[in-house]
T-cell receptor, first 112, second 114 residues
């Protein structure tokens, strides 16, 4: 069965520091991977996705993620955190046409 | 192009009542999915509709039901509400059903059961 784990339910970084949010998945078939962001009282917004091809994926708002098959990981990074990055981040995996599995989410706080 | 619209945004209901939530997908999107989001359980898949047919269903009791209309708008219904049904209900639409297509989410309906 497919699953997604996100290490750290809460991450705090200083403004200007590197953001690293971890995502690991389990899948018996090649996965399609997504990162979504959710601001308070809002729905989810796509940050980036990996389907096939280049393993380093660039998304919106300066975020990027690298697909590492050997580590079954898809960690999200941003070189310099901004106050507006404070939100909940969800990693998701899709391995069949009708099912998306979301991770438990990581709440990111940015300290001024 | 307008995004996914969910109505109402906030709802307060009493235990035992029923509720209907509405979702209007992005124009041209034929797939609509529903999720329940709670602090304890995270995002849980409820069901997905495509061209008025339910394609997949999550592990929720039969009190949770849904439907999709010919214009792709969707409704979900919860009967005999329980306190544990309090959650943010999110609707998402997609233009196609394939592996590399992402979902576009609405802002959600916050349901509180008292």
């Amino acid at each position: 069965a497919q699953s997604v784990t996100q290490l750290g339910s809460h991450v705090s970084v200083s403004e200007g520091a590197l953001v690293l949010l971890r995502c690991n998945y389990s899948s018996s078939v090649p996965p399609y991977l997504f990162w979504y962001v959710q601001y308070p009282n809002q729905g989810l917004q796509l940050l980036l996705k990996y389907t096939t091809g280049a393993t380093l994926v660039k998304g919106i708002n300066g975020f990027e993620a690298e697909f590492k098959k050997s580590e079954t990981s898809f960690h999200l990074t941003k070189p310099s955190a901004h106050m507006s990055d404070a939100a909940e981040y969800f990693c998701a995996v899709k391995t069949s046409y009708d099912k998306v599995i979301f991770g438990p989410g990581t709440s990111l706080s940015v300290i001024p | 192009k307008a995004g996914v619209t969910q109505t109402p945004r906030y709802l307060i209901k009493t235990r035992g009542q029923q509720v209907t939530l509405s979702c209007s997908p992005i124009s041209g999107h034929r797939s609509v999915s529903w999720y329940q989001q709670t602090p304890g359980q995270g995002l849980q898949f409820l069901f997905e509709y495509f061209s008025e047919t339910q394609r997949n269903k999550g592990n929720f009791p039969g009190r949770f039901s849904g439907r999709q209309f010919s214009n792709s708008r969707s409704e979900m219904n919860v009967s005999t509400l329980e306190l544990g049904d309090s959650a943010l209900y999110l609707c998402a639409s997609s233009p196609r059903v394939d592996l590399n297509t992402e979902a576009f989410f609405g802002q959600g309906t916050r349901l509180t059961v008292v």
